[in-house]
């Protein structure tokens, strides 16, 4: 069956950096598009950042030069580099593969606070 398991997630200052990893089994991983969204509480699902099978990237404003998403498909692996962190990136993160259908990981919590 499809899995997708994130680790790297925890606490944090501000200012600091983390490194999200999404290991995927159970699909071709290459051909799709692999992205990490996030929530927090009370708030809706939002896009962090996607790449596609071609290594284009698209992030959202708030994280645009901040975060940058990376994938190594030999390892089935998608990455998320968070650096220069804020409050306001705490949350749960989750990793999502689309192709024809889309799996869900079951996040990793994020919280940035001193």
């Known amino acids: 069956q499809v899995r997708l398991v994130e680790s790297g997630g925890g606490l944090v200052q501000p200012g600091g950096s983390l490194r999200l990893s999404c290991v995927a089994s159970?699909?071709?991983?290459?051909?799709?598009?692999m992205g990490w969204y996030r929530q927090a509480p009370g708030k809706e699902r939002e896009m962090v950042a996607i790449?596609?099978?071609?290594?284009?990237?698209n992030y959202a404003d708030s994280v645009k030069g901040r975060f940058t998403i990376s994938r190594d498909n030999a390892k089935n692996t998608v990455y998320l580099q968070m650096n220069s962190l804020k409050p306001e990136d705490t949350a749960a993160y989750y990793c999502?593969?689309?192709?024809?259908?889309?799996?869900w990981g079951q996040g990793t919590q994020v919280t940035v606070s001193s």
């Open positions: 999502r593969a689309t192709y024809d259908y889309q799996y």
């Open positions: 790449m596609d099978s071609d290594g284009n990237t």
């Open positions: 159970g699909i071709t991983f290459s051909i799709f598009t």
